[in-house]
Protein backbone atom coordinates (compact mmCIF):
# COMPACT_ATOMS: atom_id res chain seq x y z
CA UNK A 1 0.00 0.00 0.00
CA UNK A 2 0.96 3.51 -1.16
CA UNK A 3 -0.29 6.36 -0.05
CA UNK A 4 0.64 9.76 -2.03
CA UNK A 5 -0.05 13.23 -0.48
CA UNK A 6 0.71 16.42 -3.38
CA UNK A 7 1.62 19.79 -2.11
CA UNK A 8 3.09 22.70 -3.53
CA UNK A 9 0.33 23.92 -6.15
CA UNK A 10 -0.19 27.87 -6.29
CA UNK A 11 -0.91 30.68 -8.15
CA UNK A 12 1.71 32.12 -10.84
CA UNK A 13 1.75 34.29 -13.45
CA UNK A 14 2.81 33.00 -17.21
CA UNK A 15 6.43 32.42 -17.80
CA UNK A 16 6.90 31.82 -13.73
CA UNK A 17 8.06 28.95 -12.04
CA UNK A 18 6.88 26.13 -9.76
CA UNK A 19 7.50 23.15 -8.07
CA UNK A 20 5.24 20.40 -6.93
CA UNK A 21 5.90 17.33 -4.81
CA UNK A 22 4.60 14.49 -3.66
CA UNK A 23 5.34 12.49 -0.42
CA UNK A 24 4.59 9.06 -0.28
CA UNK A 25 4.32 6.26 2.60
CA UNK A 26 4.81 3.30 2.89
CA UNK A 27 8.32 0.97 2.30
CA UNK A 28 8.06 0.17 -0.87
CA UNK A 29 8.21 3.61 -2.55
CA UNK A 30 11.26 2.03 -4.19
CA UNK A 31 9.61 -0.04 -6.29
CA UNK A 32 7.07 1.65 -8.11
CA UNK A 33 7.41 4.24 -11.26
CA UNK A 34 5.80 7.69 -10.28
CA UNK A 35 3.56 9.83 -12.53
CA UNK A 36 2.33 13.00 -12.72
CA UNK A 37 -1.35 13.78 -14.13
CA UNK A 38 -3.38 16.91 -14.42
CA UNK A 39 -6.85 17.16 -15.16
CA UNK A 40 -7.83 20.65 -16.41
CA UNK A 41 -11.64 22.34 -15.87
CA UNK A 42 -13.90 20.12 -18.12
CA UNK A 43 -11.10 18.13 -19.56
CA UNK A 44 -10.05 14.24 -18.74
CA UNK A 45 -7.74 13.87 -17.04
CA UNK A 46 -3.90 13.42 -18.91
CA UNK A 47 -0.13 11.94 -18.86
CA UNK A 48 2.13 14.59 -17.32
CA UNK A 49 5.45 13.04 -16.65
CA UNK A 50 6.70 9.57 -15.51
CA UNK A 51 9.54 8.12 -13.76
CA UNK A 52 10.98 4.92 -13.72
CA UNK A 53 11.24 3.22 -10.19
CA UNK A 54 14.98 3.93 -10.39
CA UNK A 55 15.19 7.72 -12.00
CA UNK A 56 17.01 6.03 -14.95
CA UNK A 57 14.01 6.62 -17.13
CA UNK A 58 11.62 9.38 -17.72
CA UNK A 59 8.70 10.25 -19.85
CA UNK A 60 6.70 13.52 -21.17
CA UNK A 61 4.04 14.76 -22.92
CA UNK A 62 4.75 16.70 -25.91
CA UNK A 63 3.02 19.38 -24.44
CA UNK A 64 5.30 20.08 -21.66
CA UNK A 65 8.57 18.52 -22.83
CA UNK A 66 11.82 20.98 -22.24
CA UNK A 67 9.63 22.97 -19.86
CA UNK A 68 8.73 20.50 -16.91
CA UNK A 69 11.22 18.11 -15.46
CA UNK A 70 10.59 15.16 -13.05
CA UNK A 71 12.59 13.69 -10.61
CA UNK A 72 12.62 11.68 -7.27
CA UNK A 73 14.34 10.50 -4.19
CA UNK A 74 13.89 7.13 -3.34
CA UNK A 75 15.96 8.16 0.01
CA UNK A 76 13.32 10.27 0.99
CA UNK A 77 10.18 8.63 -0.79
CA UNK A 78 9.53 11.55 -2.76
CA UNK A 79 9.08 12.90 -5.87
CA UNK A 80 8.70 16.24 -7.65
CA UNK A 81 7.59 17.92 -10.66
CA UNK A 82 9.32 21.06 -11.52
CA UNK A 83 7.49 23.52 -14.34
CA UNK A 84 9.13 26.18 -15.76
CA UNK A 85 7.88 28.91 -18.30
CA UNK A 86 4.91 27.91 -17.32
CA UNK A 87 1.65 28.79 -19.44
CA UNK A 88 -1.92 29.43 -18.93
CA UNK A 89 -3.04 26.35 -20.17
CA UNK A 90 -0.79 24.33 -17.75
CA UNK A 91 -4.07 25.50 -15.45
CA UNK A 92 -4.78 22.27 -13.80
CA UNK A 93 -5.41 20.02 -10.91
CA UNK A 94 -2.21 17.87 -10.67
CA UNK A 95 -2.05 14.42 -9.19
CA UNK A 96 0.98 12.01 -8.50
CA UNK A 97 0.48 8.17 -8.92
CA UNK A 98 2.18 4.61 -8.32
CA UNK A 99 2.34 2.26 -10.43
CA UNK A 100 4.29 -1.08 -10.81
CA UNK A 101 5.26 -0.36 -14.07
CA UNK A 102 5.87 2.92 -15.80
CA UNK A 103 3.47 4.20 -18.61
CA UNK A 104 1.26 6.96 -19.94
CA UNK A 105 -1.99 5.50 -18.90
CA UNK A 106 -3.73 6.32 -16.26
CA UNK A 107 -5.36 3.05 -15.94
CA UNK A 108 -2.24 0.94 -15.11
CA UNK A 109 -1.88 3.22 -11.91
CA UNK A 110 -2.52 1.85 -8.47
CA UNK A 111 -2.21 4.52 -6.18
CA UNK A 112 -3.12 8.32 -6.32
CA UNK A 113 -2.73 11.52 -4.20
CA UNK A 114 -5.34 14.09 -3.39
CA UNK A 115 -4.40 16.65 -6.17
CA UNK A 116 -3.25 20.27 -5.73
CA UNK A 117 -4.31 23.20 -7.41
CA UNK A 118 -1.66 25.02 -9.93
CA UNK A 119 -2.98 28.34 -11.42
CA UNK A 120 -0.57 30.44 -14.38
CA UNK A 121 -2.86 33.67 -14.81
CA UNK A 122 -1.56 35.92 -17.83
Known amino acids: QVQLVESGGGLVQAGGSLRVSCAAS????????MGWFRQRSGKEREFVAG????????YYADSVRGRFTISRDNAKNTVSLQMNSLKPEDTAVYYC???????????????WGQGTQVTVSS
Open 26 to 33: GRTFSSYA
Open 97 to 111: AAAKILGLDFGAYEY
Open 51 to 58: ISWSGART
